[in-house]
């Protein structure tokens, strides 16, 4: 624990793009296990994709696993190649080399087959404007070879369930950007798909919309099935994601569940009734510290190399009679992640860059 | 899940669910509806234009039997001109705009195939475009209320016209496959349009200089007739026994009609003399391919002429009987010498009926660029995709 206050971007680059560099061994010599499971159901297994748009090398090598039953989510900078995986993924871009397997399927020898089992929501949002949102997904559910009864009925099943019912009759044009971005999420449902790839899923939501889309994740999830989300928002991750893979420079700089997060330093924020007592208390259990400047409410920021540790100190401080009133991370553990891992990578890239002076923003 | 439901998509099926998105929206669009009123307006005044200037107030004749199928004619031809305006801009948009619009990368992602997905778009455009035809039904009946428009030939009029907006509607939905944007798909399916509609009858013009064959040939006379055998100046003016200009040239050419009355002229008594003539010949038969793909051609050339009365030569009343004269006469290669070792050549026959159709050919042409066109765009449209475009995104 250090009493130095938190720099972000002085947590030693060098070291991130190293440690980055073994998770991802790491983590696919691990998977070994994983993708037998992941062959059964639905879940993918991706190893060294690469892709380039001519000169553009929007995708590097990316690995990584989504095991059903899972919510994994890519987490990028813009540009990353976030959007080019998923493209990949939903089985419409071909890789220059690596290989992507849905439930045991190659993408690219066997489309149509994994078409049928994906529902893939692009970031653009496409929508033909003159169609009811239920015309829409009545015509894609008989793209999917559905008869007309059926698609009727799962059509008003999902409206009903992003909750467009009251607008199901509109034509898509009046549909207001967060609307369409249910309609979208409606449409790649249409299949009863096992694997769900959404690009940026949240934007464009407001607070309640957000809020069920995180529960319609989980509730996917639950149901066994593989949801693969990307998003560069990183508290509307926190909460949904068991699995994060981070993303830079079209590289997998790291890929980490939830448990390793448990086991990741990190900072809290402590809170008291009474400033005082516990800046005394935690000097006197030895603790090191920082206090904020310049807060609206007085407070003490510590480190917790793990969450059992953090709960140590809280217990510590509540037996000690100081009264704590929070005692929280100061941020969302992706955010941690992505600010040791992603951003550190991206600092040296920026820096390696320009020493060698070219330019480090020719992105997708 | 959608593991146990075994997925398939009917390829009839597909291309329906296709054609119903396309053809839902473009009802809905109120540009559509305008588009067809203007169009039928347009084709009103033109129609109400032929039936004015070809009718006796105009042509001071009371020969008002012969303007309906020239009416006809010039309804078609205008009918077939619009549409070949119209059938880029229904077609060349339809997957250059999903494309833009984001929703081509969702049909691709369905269980369409690229085959489904073409058939589908051009079949819809070819609806759409077959619906300013059905338009101009009125316009036509109208030309046929004048009583001596040719039956046999009125549904093959019609099919034809459908059959080229087809055709201008499959490269429109060719070059939308293969193009990211969608202002270059309606300039380039206009300009294959213009290429087939235009430029055939420029590279046809441009190509006669190289047909040209200068052959000696030899004087034809016809000793039956009475007026071949009439001496004349130089400056056409008979003369007399005494090799003297007629004075009263009037009167002469009076009684020589009157004389000869009863004289018929046979082609058959031509006989050739040894009077050799240098004469350039143009074999428009080896270049005659070059108009067959013109659509206008298609259409005049695939139709039934009304037959030729009784020795006589066919005469073409309407602009599209023409074109098949023309274009027959020109594939057959009339153009020939007249005599060949001092025997007289018979005259090719002018009756388009007696020599071979050239539409076969038009079509045949039309439809290999057709498939090339469709082929390219089908390929651009196979997922995964490999190449794209600089600057574009699927999605």
Request: a negative charge; hydrophobic letters at 45%.
């Amino acid at each position: 624990m250090t009493g130095a206050p938190r720099e972000p971007q002085g947590a030693g680059s060098d070291d991130g793009t190293v440690d980055a560099g073994n998770d991802v061994r790491n983590d696919v010599g691990n998977d070994a296990g994983v993708s037998g499971a992941a062959r059964q159901g639905g879940g993918i297994v991706a190893t060294g994709l690469a892709r380039a748009f001519g000169p553009v090398k929007a995708v590097k090598d990316i690995h990584f696993t989504a095991a059903p039953g899972e919510v994994t989510a890519f987490i990028g900078p813009n540009g990353s190649g976030k959007t080019t995986l998923l493209l990949m993924l939903a089985s419409l871009l071909r890789p220059d080399a690596g290989t992507i397997r849905i439930g045991g399927l190659d993408v690219v020898e066997h489309p149509r087959d994994v078409r049928a089992r994906i529902g893939w929501m692009p970031d653009t949002l496409g929508v033909w404007e003159a169609l009811t949102a239920r015309e829409i997904l009545v015509a894609v559910g008989r793209l999917y070879g559905m008869t007309k009864e059926r698609a009727c009925e799962r059509a008003d099943e999902l409206l009903d369930m992003v909750k467009l019912t009251p607008l199901a009759k509109q034509p898509a044009r009046v549909l207001s950007r967060g609307q369409q971005q249910r309609l979208s999420l409606a449409r790649a449902l249409m299949n009863d798909p096992a694997v769900l790839l959404l690009d940026e899923p949240a934007s464009g939501l407001d607070p309640g919309a957000r809020i069920e889309l995180r529960n319609l994740l989980r509730k996917f999830a639950a149901e066994g099935r593989t949801v693969v989300v990307s998003s560069h928002v990183l508290s509307e991750l926190d909460e949904i994601a068991d699995r994060a893979v981070f993303v830079a420079d079209g590289q997998t700089v790291r890929d980490q569940s939830v448990h390793d997060v448990e086991e990741q330093l990190r900072g809290y924020t402590i809170r008291g009734l009474d400033q005082e007592h516990l800046l005394r208390t935690l000097s006197d259990l030895g603790v090191l510290f920082t206090v904020p400047a310049g807060q609206r409410r007085p407070e003490a920021l510590v480190e917790a190399s793990s969450e059992l540790q953090a709960a140590q100190l809280l217990r510590e401080l509540i037996d000690a009679g100081v009264a704590v009133s929070a005692f929280a991370p100061s941020v969302g553990a992706l955010e941690e992640t992505y600010m040791s891992s992603v951003y550190a990578a991206e600092v040296h890239r920026m820096t390696s860059a320009h020493r060698e002076g070219r330019n480090p923003e020719a992105g997708q | 899940m959608s593991d146990e439901k075994a997925a398939s998509l009917g390829y009839l099926s597909g291309i329906r669910t296709v054609v119903e998105l396309e053809l839902r929206q473009r009802v809905r669009s109120k540009s559509w509806f305008i588009m067809l009123v203007v169009w039928f307006l347009v084709i009103l005044a033109v129609t109400a234009l032929a039936a004015y200037s070809a009718s006796p107030l105009v042509l001071g004749t009371a020969e008002a039997e012969q303007v309906g199928q020239m009416m006809f004619e010039l309804v078609i031809s205008f009918v077939l001109l619009f549409g070949l305006l119209v059938a880029p801009a229904l077609s060349a948009n339809t997957i250059t705009g999903d494309r833009a619009g984001g929703t081509l990368a969702i049909l691709q992602n369905t269980l369409l195939t690229p085959g489904q997905l073409l058939w589908g778009k051009w079949l819809a455009s070819w609806i759409a475009a077959l619906a300013f035809l059905i338009v101009t039904l009125p316009m036509l009946a109208w030309a046929m209320s004048y009583g001596d428009v040719y039956l046999p030939a009125v549904p093959l009029f019609v099919l034809m016209c459908a059959v080229e907006l087809g055709v201008a509607c499959a490269i429109g939905v060719g070059i939308s496959a293969r193009s990211t944007r969608p202002l270059f798909a309606v300039v380039g399916t206009y300009l294959v349009v213009a290429l087939l509609g235009l430029g055939t009858l420029i590279g046809f013009g441009l190509s006669l200089s190289m047909t040209q064959e200068t052959v000696t040939d030899y004087e034809v006379v016809n000793p039956q007739d009475p007026y071949a055998n009439v001496e004349m100046d130089e400056n056409g003016v008979p003369l007399d026994e005494n090799g003297e200009p007629i004075e009263d040239e009037e009167r002469f050419w009076r009684e020589f009609d009157a004389e000869h009355a009863d004289f018929v002229y046979r082609p058959e008594d031509e006989i050739c003399t040894d009077k050799p003539i240098e004469r350039t010949i143009l074999h428009t038969e080896r270049t005659a391919w070059m108009l067959a793909a013109n659509p206008f051609v298609v259409v005049a050339d695939a139709v039934p002429t009304q037959p030729a009365a009784a020795g006589q030569d066919y005469a073409p009343e309407g602009p599209l009987g023409a074109v098949q004269v023309g274009v027959r006469m020109a594939q057959y290669g009339v153009d020939g010498p007249d005599c060949v070792n001092g025997v007289r050549q018979p005259e090719p026959s002018m009756n388009p009926g007696e020599m071979p159709p050239l539409w076969p050919v038009g079509l045949g042409v039309q439809l290999v660029l057709v498939g090339l066109l469709m082929a390219d765009g089908r390929r651009r449209l196979v997922t995964p995709a490999r190449k794209l475009a600089t600057g574009t995104r699927v999605a």
